[in-house]
C-alpha cells in the first residue's frame, strides 16, 4: 500500500520506471495515453477507446 501512495505523492518516481519497452507493452496493450521516460506524455492512436473517442468528437462537429 506505501508503494501505491508512493506513486500518486511523486509522479517523478513513475515516470522514471518506464523504459522503452514499457512504452510499447502499453500501446501494444491499448492504453490510451503512454508516458515516456522523458515524461513526454502522447495519446495511442491504435487504442480502440481513442478512436471512438475521436470519431465521436468529429461527429459532434459536424452537427455544430
Known sequence: ???FWSLFTS???L???MSREDVQD???DGARIVI???G???VNI???AVKEDFARHVESLKRA
Open 11 to 13: 509522479p517523478e518516481k
Open 36 to 38: 515516456d521516460e522523458d
Open 15 to 17: 515516470v522514471q520506471v
Open 40 to 42: 513526454n506524455a502522447r
Open 46 to 48: 491504435h487504442c480502440k
Open 26 to 28: 502499453d500501446i501494444d
Open 1 to 3: 500500500m506505501k508503494f
